[in-house]
């Protein structure tokens, strides 16, 4: 079982990027998928998470307040992959940033007990 991160670069602050996360091994249609992000020198953090539903783009979503109305999380369950849109990107949204897939409930805080962890991706925000 597998998740590949990728999407990650460097961006002007003010500036967008997209990270993909394919899930491979197993579906992912049924489990919950989100995003968290370490920055140099803190935790990991929840930034965002999707849960699953029987339908293609899954269920209801949770943002960490420093990301909303800024960040989108989606998903593709044909494609076994989750999105995260993030428009005007700030200096401090930098940091690596993974995947993960686990129960809805455990995606909060560092994302203790989720099951499944891609290598990370590193977005570099510039002033």
């Known amino acids: 079982v597998q998740l590949q991160a990728s999407g990650g670069g460097l961006v002007q602050a003010g500036g967008s990027l997209r990270l993909s996360c394919a899930g491979s091994?197993?579906?992912?249609?049924?489990?919950?998928m989100g995003w968290f992000r370490q920055a140099p020198g803190k935790e990991r953090d929840r930034v965002a998470a999707?849960?699953?539903?029987?339908?293609?783009?899954?269920?209801?979503?949770s943002y960490a307040d420093s990301v909303k109305g800024r960040f989108t999380i989606s998903r593709d369950n044909a494609k076994n992959t989750v999105y995260l849109q993030m428009n005007s990107l700030k200096p401090e949204d930098t940091a690596v940033y993974y995947c993960?897939?686990?129960?809805?409930?455990?995606?909060?805080?560092?994302?203790?007990?989720?099951?499944?962890w891609g290598k990370g991706t590193l977005v570099t925000v510039s002033s």
């Open positions: 993960a897939s686990g129960p809805f409930s455990k995606m909060v805080k560092a994302g203790d007990g989720l099951n499944y």
């Open positions: 999707i849960n699953w539903s029987s339908g293609r783009s899954g269920g209801s979503t």
């Open positions: 091994g197993r579906t992912f249609s049924n489990i919950a």
